[in-house]
């Protein structure tokens, strides 16, 4: 996650955030439904920070519904 999601490459000696930190801030981030597609993009309010979005199976199954898929 630190490589992947916040971009920090080889981080030495002291990490940015402490294990608990960081298991407190992916709780915060985890979907609420299972199964869920997950995608990182750019903030719409900071452009230069990522949020994770989830979209959910009703979701999926509404646009199936408006693109005529059954």
């Known amino acids: 996650m630190m490589t992947h999601y ?11 955030l402490s294990e608990e930190e960081l298991d ?4 915060d ?3 609420l439904d299972y199964p869920c597609l997950a995608m ?5 309010n900071q ?3 990522n949020e994770v ?3 959910y ?6 646009w199936a519904e408006k693109m005529g898929v059954n």
């Open 47 to 49: 452009p230069l920070l």
């Open 53 to 55: 979005t989830f979209i």
């Open 24 to 27: 407190e801030y992916l709780f």
């Open 40 to 44: 990182i993009g750019t903030s719409i």
């Open 57 to 62: 199976r009703e979701q999926i199954a509404l």
């Open 29 to 31: 981030l985890r979907p």
């Open 6 to 16: 916040f971009m920090i490459d080889s981080v030495e000696g002291a990490s940015l």
